[in-house]
């Protein structure tokens, strides 16, 4: 089904993240470091008469990191660090919509 006016080209969205790295450093520190993010996007579809459309969506979440430094000796430095992050996302997306009928009428001439 195709969007043709109004609110059904608008969307709303959300989306989570999870990330986990971990950084070994030339004086033998490894660092842990833990990622969180949950948000929401706001987004709208440009649909053309042909089979493609353009959709734009912005967004913004809330997130925490958490970070934990050990040393080869078995110390660790229990920072533990909540840093709040703000990121804020942006898509630009091309798209192809199949099975998109043409608005002209066919007739059959005799």
Known sequence: MAPRYGADKFYLSTFGLYEFNKYTSPLDKNTF?????FGGLLGYKFVHKSPFLLD??????LGKRFIRIENNFGVTDSINEEILNFPFLAYLSIGYRFNVRSKKSHTITQ
């Open 33 to 37: 470091e833990n990622r969180a993010i």
């Open 56 to 61: 734009l969506s912005i967004g913004t979440g």
